[in-house]
């Protein structure tokens, strides 16, 4: 597997604000789709969680890979690494979040912490194993690099 590629500080700083930004919007979508299943379906926990979850993480790949990453790595690849995160995510997360609701924690503060430990790991395990080595190799990263070598001769 090739190296990761070495990103300036700045191209660090940005990609990992990229991240944050766009999860907060998947957090949105993960948050409304929670509270509809939770207020209005009177859904227990772990498939108001389940469901939510699902929707964000399809949402945070497709942004993420073309932004973020600006990655044109093998999009089944890419997703089946993402969907392994998710195997031991996903099952953590529902029981923590299952149990600590049953010992009468707050839905929506049990859901805040697990989402933003979703964030750290999640964009830890894109930048060092979805996206090892395959960083900036989009239409988009090409374009902004051949910019720039023209105005950098």
């Known amino acids: 597997m090739p190296d990761a ?11 990992a604000a990229k991240f944050v930004l766009f999860s907060i919007s998947a957090g949105v979508i993960q948050t409304v789709t929670f509270t509809l299943m939770n207020e209005l379906g009177h859904l227990p926990y772990w498939p108001s969680y389940l469901t939510a979850l699902v929707l964000s993480v399809l949402y945070n790949f497709t942004v993420n890979r073309r932004f973020t990453f600006q990655s044109a790595a093998n ?5 089946l ?7 031991v995510f996903t099952p953590l997360s529902t029981w923590w979040g299952q149990a600590l609701t049953n010992l009468g924690w707050n839905e929506y ?9 979703n964030l750290l790991t999640e964009f830890l395990f ?5 996206y090892r080595g395959q960083i900036n190799t989009n239409d988009i990263a090409r374009k902004k690099a051949a910019g720039e070598s023209q105005n950098n001769p």
């Open 5 to 15: 590629p070495k990103l300036t500080k700045k191209q660090n700083f940005w990609q």
């Open 75 to 79: 999009v089944p690849l890419a997703m």
């Open 109 to 117: 503060l049990v859901l805040l912490g697990t989402m933003i430990i």
């Open 126 to 130: 894109c930048r060092f194993v979805v």
């Open 81 to 87: 690494k993402v969907a392994l995160y998710y195997c």
